[in-house]
Protein backbone atom coordinates (compact mmCIF):
# COMPACT_ATOMS: atom_id res chain seq x y z
CA UNK A 1 0.00 0.00 0.00
CA UNK A 2 2.65 2.39 1.03
CA UNK A 3 5.09 1.56 -1.95
CA UNK A 4 1.62 1.93 -4.46
CA UNK A 5 0.82 5.22 -2.68
CA UNK A 6 4.35 6.18 -2.95
CA UNK A 7 4.57 5.34 -7.27
CA UNK A 8 1.39 7.37 -7.37
CA UNK A 9 2.78 10.33 -5.99
CA UNK A 10 6.12 9.79 -7.65
CA UNK A 11 3.61 9.54 -11.12
CA UNK A 12 1.68 12.57 -9.98
CA UNK A 13 5.05 14.98 -9.33
CA UNK A 14 6.59 13.92 -12.47
CA UNK A 15 3.44 14.42 -14.40
CA UNK A 16 3.28 18.24 -12.64
CA UNK A 17 7.19 18.81 -12.94
CA UNK A 18 6.84 18.59 -17.20
CA UNK A 19 3.53 20.41 -17.44
CA UNK A 20 5.29 23.45 -15.05
CA UNK A 21 6.90 24.88 -17.69
CA UNK A 22 3.88 25.10 -19.52
CA UNK A 23 2.13 28.57 -17.76
CA UNK A 24 5.28 30.71 -18.27
CA UNK A 25 5.49 29.36 -21.63
CA UNK A 26 1.56 30.36 -21.92
CA UNK A 27 1.75 33.92 -20.56
CA UNK A 28 4.98 34.63 -22.52
CA UNK A 29 2.83 33.65 -26.03
CA UNK A 30 -0.21 36.11 -24.35
CA UNK A 31 2.56 38.65 -23.89
CA UNK A 32 3.80 38.79 -26.80
CA UNK A 33 0.69 38.48 -28.98
CA UNK A 34 -0.68 41.60 -26.71
CA UNK A 35 2.36 43.16 -27.49
CA UNK A 36 1.79 42.47 -30.88
CA UNK A 37 -2.03 43.44 -31.19
CA UNK A 38 -1.09 46.97 -29.76
CA UNK A 39 2.00 48.30 -31.42
CA UNK A 40 0.00 49.56 -34.36
CA UNK A 41 -1.89 51.46 -31.85
CA UNK A 42 0.86 52.94 -30.00
CA UNK A 43 2.25 53.67 -33.11
CA UNK A 44 -1.12 55.63 -34.93
CA UNK A 45 -1.28 57.83 -31.38
CA UNK A 46 2.95 58.19 -31.44
CA UNK A 47 2.54 59.48 -35.15
CA UNK A 48 -0.47 61.64 -34.41
CA UNK A 49 0.85 63.20 -31.40
CA UNK A 50 3.77 64.12 -33.53
CA UNK A 51 1.99 65.42 -35.78
CA UNK A 52 0.04 67.77 -33.19
CA UNK A 53 3.58 68.52 -31.54
CA UNK A 54 6.06 69.63 -34.28
CA UNK A 55 4.08 72.71 -35.23
CA UNK A 56 5.07 73.92 -31.56
CA UNK A 57 7.99 72.76 -31.46
CA UNK A 58 9.05 74.13 -34.60
CA UNK A 59 7.74 77.33 -33.12
CA UNK A 60 9.64 77.29 -29.94
CA UNK A 61 12.96 76.77 -31.61
CA UNK A 62 12.30 79.27 -34.28
CA UNK A 63 11.17 82.20 -31.36
CA UNK A 64 14.99 81.85 -30.30
CA UNK A 65 17.02 81.12 -33.68
CA UNK A 66 18.02 84.01 -35.72
CA UNK A 67 16.28 85.52 -38.78
CA UNK A 68 17.14 88.22 -40.74
CA UNK A 69 15.33 90.96 -40.19
CA UNK A 70 14.12 90.27 -36.75
CA UNK A 71 15.84 91.98 -33.45
CA UNK A 72 17.25 88.69 -33.27
CA UNK A 73 19.98 88.45 -36.54
CA UNK A 74 22.76 86.86 -34.97
CA UNK A 75 23.11 83.69 -32.71
CA UNK A 76 20.66 82.09 -30.83
CA UNK A 77 18.92 84.37 -28.27
CA UNK A 78 15.90 86.24 -27.16
CA UNK A 79 15.67 89.20 -29.01
CA UNK A 80 12.33 88.51 -30.48
CA UNK A 81 11.00 88.39 -26.87
CA UNK A 82 12.04 91.66 -26.08
CA UNK A 83 10.60 92.45 -29.01
CA UNK A 84 7.75 91.37 -28.39
CA UNK A 85 7.78 92.80 -24.92
CA UNK A 86 8.33 96.47 -25.47
CA UNK A 87 5.37 96.42 -28.19
CA UNK A 88 2.81 99.55 -28.04
CA UNK A 89 1.80 99.10 -24.56
CA UNK A 90 3.95 96.44 -23.61
CA UNK A 91 3.31 92.84 -23.48
CA UNK A 92 2.33 92.46 -20.01
CA UNK A 93 -0.73 94.79 -20.03
CA UNK A 94 -1.89 92.38 -23.33
CA UNK A 95 -1.41 89.29 -21.31
CA UNK A 96 -3.52 91.37 -18.25
CA UNK A 97 -6.15 92.25 -21.21
CA UNK A 98 -6.20 88.79 -21.87
CA UNK A 99 -6.16 86.98 -18.13
CA UNK A 100 -9.31 89.18 -17.34
CA UNK A 101 -11.18 88.76 -20.37
CA UNK A 102 -10.48 84.81 -20.25
CA UNK A 103 -10.80 84.58 -16.06
CA UNK A 104 -14.78 86.62 -16.10
CA UNK A 105 -15.31 84.25 -19.14
CA UNK A 106 -14.82 81.68 -17.01
CA UNK A 107 -16.22 82.77 -13.59
CA UNK A 108 -19.64 83.82 -16.05
CA UNK A 109 -19.58 80.82 -17.81
CA UNK A 110 -19.54 78.08 -14.53
CA UNK A 111 -22.41 80.29 -13.13
CA UNK A 112 -25.14 80.55 -15.37
CA UNK A 113 -23.99 77.04 -17.13
CA UNK A 114 -24.22 75.02 -13.29
CA UNK A 115 -27.87 77.06 -12.96
CA UNK A 116 -28.66 76.10 -15.88
CA UNK A 117 -27.66 72.56 -16.19
CA UNK A 118 -28.93 71.97 -12.54
CA UNK A 119 -32.45 73.11 -13.41
CA UNK A 120 -32.83 71.26 -16.94
CA UNK A 121 -31.55 68.06 -15.20
CA UNK A 122 -33.41 68.08 -11.71
CA UNK A 123 -36.67 70.07 -12.36
CA UNK A 124 -39.67 69.33 -14.45
CA UNK A 125 -41.27 72.65 -15.42
CA UNK A 126 -43.16 73.51 -19.29
CA UNK A 127 -41.35 73.80 -21.87
CA UNK A 128 -38.24 72.39 -20.70
CA UNK A 129 -37.45 70.69 -23.61
CA UNK A 130 -38.10 73.20 -26.11
CA UNK A 131 -36.11 75.57 -24.40
CA UNK A 132 -33.07 73.45 -24.36
CA UNK A 133 -33.48 72.80 -27.85
CA UNK A 134 -33.39 76.89 -28.03
CA UNK A 135 -30.29 77.15 -26.20
CA UNK A 136 -28.43 74.74 -28.34
CA UNK A 137 -29.34 76.29 -30.95
CA UNK A 138 -27.39 79.25 -30.92
CA UNK A 139 -24.42 76.55 -31.82
CA UNK A 140 -25.85 76.30 -35.35
CA UNK A 141 -25.44 80.35 -35.70
CA UNK A 142 -22.25 81.73 -37.63
CA UNK A 143 -19.98 83.14 -34.79
CA UNK A 144 -19.27 86.28 -36.85
CA UNK A 145 -22.97 87.03 -38.35
CA UNK A 146 -24.05 88.10 -34.29
CA UNK A 147 -20.86 90.29 -33.76
CA UNK A 148 -22.04 93.37 -35.40
CA UNK A 149 -25.63 93.28 -33.40
CA UNK A 150 -23.77 92.54 -30.42
CA UNK A 151 -21.14 95.46 -30.87
CA UNK A 152 -24.50 97.48 -31.51
CA UNK A 153 -26.09 96.21 -28.62
CA UNK A 154 -22.66 96.69 -26.23
CA UNK A 155 -22.96 100.63 -27.36
CA UNK A 156 -26.11 101.04 -26.30
CA UNK A 157 -25.86 99.60 -22.80
CA UNK A 158 -22.48 101.43 -22.58
CA UNK A 159 -19.79 98.21 -23.05
CA UNK A 160 -18.36 98.97 -26.09
CA UNK A 161 -14.93 99.13 -26.29
CA UNK A 162 -14.38 97.11 -22.64
CA UNK A 163 -12.83 93.82 -21.75
CA UNK A 164 -16.34 93.50 -19.34
CA UNK A 165 -18.11 93.74 -23.06
CA UNK A 166 -15.43 90.84 -24.69
CA UNK A 167 -16.25 88.67 -21.81
CA UNK A 168 -19.93 88.92 -21.74
CA UNK A 169 -19.65 88.36 -25.79
CA UNK A 170 -17.70 85.52 -25.50
CA UNK A 171 -19.83 83.95 -22.30
CA UNK A 172 -23.00 83.94 -24.60
CA UNK A 173 -20.93 81.68 -27.42
CA UNK A 174 -19.62 79.35 -24.49
CA UNK A 175 -23.11 79.10 -22.83
CA UNK A 176 -24.81 76.44 -24.97
CA UNK A 177 -22.28 73.27 -24.97
CA UNK A 178 -21.59 74.12 -21.23
CA UNK A 179 -24.74 73.81 -20.35
CA UNK A 180 -25.11 71.03 -22.06
CA UNK A 181 -22.22 69.49 -20.83
CA UNK A 182 -23.32 70.09 -16.83
CA UNK A 183 -26.87 68.89 -17.84
CA UNK A 184 -25.50 65.64 -18.36
CA UNK A 185 -23.10 65.68 -15.98
CA UNK A 186 -25.88 66.50 -13.38
CA UNK A 187 -28.10 63.62 -15.03
CA UNK A 188 -25.17 61.39 -14.19
CA UNK A 189 -25.35 61.84 -10.57
CA UNK A 190 -28.53 59.43 -8.77
CA UNK A 191 -31.22 61.57 -7.51
CA UNK A 192 -30.82 60.14 -4.52
CA UNK A 193 -28.34 61.82 -3.41
CA UNK A 194 -30.01 65.03 -3.51
CA UNK A 195 -33.72 63.31 -2.17
CA UNK A 196 -31.62 62.18 0.80
CA UNK A 197 -30.29 66.12 1.26
CA UNK A 198 -33.48 67.31 0.72
CA UNK A 199 -35.15 64.80 3.33
CA UNK A 200 -32.91 66.22 5.84
CA UNK A 201 -34.02 69.43 5.64
CA UNK A 202 -31.88 71.15 2.93
CA UNK A 203 -33.68 72.93 0.16
CA UNK A 204 -32.64 72.68 -3.29
CA UNK A 205 -29.78 75.36 -3.30
CA UNK A 206 -28.09 73.76 -0.30
CA UNK A 207 -28.59 70.40 -2.16
CA UNK A 208 -26.85 71.90 -5.12
CA UNK A 209 -24.03 73.22 -2.96
CA UNK A 210 -23.38 70.52 -0.19
CA UNK A 211 -24.01 67.26 -2.24
CA UNK A 212 -24.10 67.66 -6.26
CA UNK A 213 -21.25 70.52 -6.53
CA UNK A 214 -18.50 67.97 -5.72
CA UNK A 215 -20.21 65.19 -7.59
CA UNK A 216 -20.03 67.04 -11.18
CA UNK A 217 -16.16 68.82 -10.31
CA UNK A 218 -15.25 67.44 -13.19
CA UNK A 219 -17.69 68.59 -15.62
CA UNK A 220 -17.10 71.86 -14.30
CA UNK A 221 -13.23 71.61 -14.49
CA UNK A 222 -13.95 70.67 -18.37
CA UNK A 223 -16.46 73.57 -18.75
CA UNK A 224 -14.06 75.80 -17.14
CA UNK A 225 -11.05 74.79 -19.19
CA UNK A 226 -13.20 75.06 -22.56
CA UNK A 227 -14.04 78.80 -21.57
CA UNK A 228 -10.99 79.42 -20.72
CA UNK A 229 -9.03 78.20 -24.09
CA UNK A 230 -12.19 79.42 -26.06
CA UNK A 231 -11.57 83.46 -24.24
CA UNK A 232 -7.46 83.29 -24.27
CA UNK A 233 -7.29 82.48 -27.78
CA UNK A 234 -10.17 84.33 -29.43
CA UNK A 235 -9.56 87.25 -32.52
CA UNK A 236 -12.49 87.78 -33.66
CA UNK A 237 -14.40 89.04 -30.97
CA UNK A 238 -11.81 91.29 -29.64
CA UNK A 239 -11.13 92.52 -33.11
CA UNK A 240 -14.62 94.17 -33.59
CA UNK A 241 -15.16 94.72 -29.98
CA UNK A 242 -12.47 97.09 -29.08
CA UNK A 243 -11.04 99.89 -30.43
CA UNK A 244 -7.93 101.29 -28.00
CA UNK A 245 -4.82 99.72 -28.68
CA UNK A 246 -3.99 99.48 -25.26
CA UNK A 247 -7.49 97.19 -24.25
CA UNK A 248 -6.13 94.85 -26.66
CA UNK A 249 -5.95 91.04 -26.02
CA UNK A 250 -2.82 88.80 -26.52
CA UNK A 251 -3.86 87.03 -30.26
CA UNK A 252 -4.90 90.37 -31.47
CA UNK A 253 -1.46 92.47 -30.00
CA UNK A 254 0.60 89.30 -32.27
CA UNK A 255 -1.39 90.01 -35.21
CA UNK A 256 -0.85 93.48 -34.82
CA UNK A 257 3.00 92.67 -34.40
CA UNK A 258 3.29 90.65 -37.55
CA UNK A 259 3.31 93.49 -39.66
CA UNK A 260 4.10 96.84 -38.10
CA UNK A 261 7.27 97.88 -40.06
CA UNK A 262 6.13 98.79 -43.53
CA UNK A 263 4.08 95.72 -44.03
CA UNK A 264 7.24 93.18 -43.48
CA UNK A 265 6.30 90.58 -41.04
CA UNK A 266 8.02 90.30 -38.28
CA UNK A 267 8.64 86.02 -37.78
CA UNK A 268 10.30 85.94 -34.94
CA UNK A 269 8.19 88.08 -32.60
CA UNK A 270 5.17 86.30 -34.11
CA UNK A 271 6.37 83.00 -33.10
CA UNK A 272 7.71 84.73 -29.60
CA UNK A 273 4.01 85.77 -29.31
CA UNK A 274 2.48 82.37 -30.29
CA UNK A 275 5.03 80.34 -27.68
CA UNK A 276 3.64 83.06 -25.20
CA UNK A 277 -0.17 82.24 -25.72
CA UNK A 278 0.56 78.25 -26.20
CA UNK A 279 2.44 78.16 -22.67
CA UNK A 280 -0.65 78.60 -20.50
CA UNK A 281 -3.10 76.67 -22.69
CA UNK A 282 -0.08 73.61 -22.50
CA UNK A 283 0.08 74.10 -18.63
CA UNK A 284 -3.38 74.05 -17.60
CA UNK A 285 -4.52 71.00 -20.15
CA UNK A 286 -1.51 69.18 -18.84
CA UNK A 287 -2.60 69.86 -14.78
CA UNK A 288 -6.36 69.19 -15.30
CA UNK A 289 -6.20 66.42 -17.61
CA UNK A 290 -7.80 64.05 -15.03
CA UNK A 291 -10.84 65.97 -14.42
CA UNK A 292 -10.72 66.82 -18.40
CA UNK A 293 -11.59 63.35 -19.14
CA UNK A 294 -14.03 62.45 -16.35
CA UNK A 295 -15.86 65.27 -17.05
CA UNK A 296 -16.30 64.14 -20.73
CA UNK A 297 -16.93 60.38 -19.81
CA UNK A 298 -19.67 61.28 -16.93
CA UNK A 299 -22.85 61.57 -19.66
CA UNK A 300 -20.98 57.96 -20.75
CA UNK A 301 -20.78 56.47 -17.16
CA UNK A 302 -24.33 57.44 -16.13
CA UNK A 303 -26.37 54.82 -13.88
Known amino acids: MVTES?????????STSRGAPAGPTRSRGVTIAGIA???????????????FLAPLLWTAVASVAPHAGTNQVD??????????????????????????????????????????????????FPGRNILFLLTLAILMVPYATLLIPLYVLLNQVGLQNSLVGVALVLTMFQLPFATFLMRISFEAVPRELDEAAMVDGCSSFAALWRVLLPAVKPGLITVGLFAFLAAWNDFMAP???INDSERMTLP??????????????????TEAGVVVLALPCIVLFLLLQRHYVRGFMSGALKG
Open 6 to 14: RSRSTVAGG
Open 37 to 51: LRTPYWVFTGAVGLI
Open 239 to 241: LIL
Open 75 to 124: GWGLGNYETLANYQAGIWRYLANSTVVSLLTVVLTLLVSLLGGYAFARFR
Open 252 to 269: LAVSNLRGQVQGVVDYGA
